[in-house]
């Protein structure tokens, strides 16, 4: 059984920053990817930021130069760090894990979610 824990949502307002973590763990045999998706009220589930345990990474073209996804491969844990946070940012954020593949399709592991509320 794999769980991931999340950590670090809340309110903030515009312009503001936030980090979240996510730590992975129990019985995991391989991670390809670990990465965070996020979902908005009335809108579907989308790609936030990726990580592979090479360290290559992809963003979503409305975070890039403000989002940082980093990686502590010997802890299982991914972290989010997102800077000048606009309104359009408040959403459920999860965790993701991939074991092989990438894309939402290949998540083996979902975290329970954590909400980021943006205020003007």
């Known amino acids: 059984q794999v769980q991931l824990v999340e950590s670090g949502g809340g309110l903030v307002q515009a312009g503001g920053s936030l980090r979240l973590s996510c730590a992975a763990s129990?019985?995991?045999?391989?991670?390809?990817?670990m990465g965070w998706y996020r979902q908005a009220p009335g809108k579907q589930r989308e790609l936030v930021a990726s990580?592979?345990?090479?360290?290559?990474?992809n963003y979503a073209d409305s975070v890039k130069g403000r989002f940082t996804i980093s990686r502590d491969n010997a802890e299982s844990t991914v972290y989010l760090q997102m800077n000048s946070l606009k309104i359009e940012d408040t959403a459920v954020y999860y965790c993701?894990?991939?074991?092989?593949?990438?894309?939402?399709?290949?998540?083996?592991?979902w975290g329970q979610g954590t909400q980021v509320t943006v205020s003007s």
């Open positions: 129990g019985s995991i045999f391989n991670i390809n990817a």
């Open positions: 993701s894990l991939w074991q092989r593949g990438l894309g939402i399709r290949s998540v083996d592991y």
């Open positions: 990580i592979t345990r090479g360290g290559m990474t």
